[in-house]
């Protein structure tokens, strides 16, 4: 009799468990294809994966999805977010472009909802990351440029 499979899985085992590579499992997790791990932990839910495999294939869930209240769908993701940012990343202080773009990505949220209501979630996510890259290069590089190098 073979022992049962666990149900918390690290991020190598979940690739594994999934048939993937480490790097492939970064990116799924990352684009949104697969759960994020429990929050505060860097364990995956079997069944999680089992239902995000699912969906992947077509096939419907056994398991009814239940329709998720807006603020506790924020909760979640917000949390999940927290706890795959770096804790270097929470404690730095941060610039002020950044606190800029996030205000203009919110105001660019807020005007055309509708269209990005049909899109998945992964692609809107997408497209604000690219936005970051591009701003992060505009305004980064004005920043870098205006420092002053220490002098000895």
Not at 55 to 61: A, P
Request: hydrophobic share 40%.
């Amino acid at each position: 009799m073979s022992a049962p499979e666990p149900r918390l899985m690290t991020g190598r085992e979940a690739a594994a468990y999934c048939g993937v590579t480490v790097a492939t499992w970064a990116k799924w997790v990352a684009l949104g294809i697969v759960p994020p791990p429990l929050p505060g932990t860097r364990r995956w839910d079997r069944k999680a994966l089992d239902l995000a495999l699912d969906k992947m294939s077509g096939i419907e869930s056994a398991i009814a999805p239940q329709e998720e209240d807006p603020l506790e769908k924020w909760i979640r993701k917000d949390a999940a977010k927290q706890a795959r940012t770096s804790i270097n990343d929470r404690l730095r202080p941060r610039y002020r472009w950044e606190d800029d773009f996030d205000a203009a990505w919110s105001e660019h949220l807020a005007e055309y909802a509708a269209s990005y209501a049909n899109k998945p979630a992964t692609e809107t996510e997408k497209l604000r990351q690219g936005l970051w890259d591009i701003w992060k290069d505009l305004k980064g590089t004005a920043l870098a440029a205006n420092k002053k190098k220490p002098t000895r």
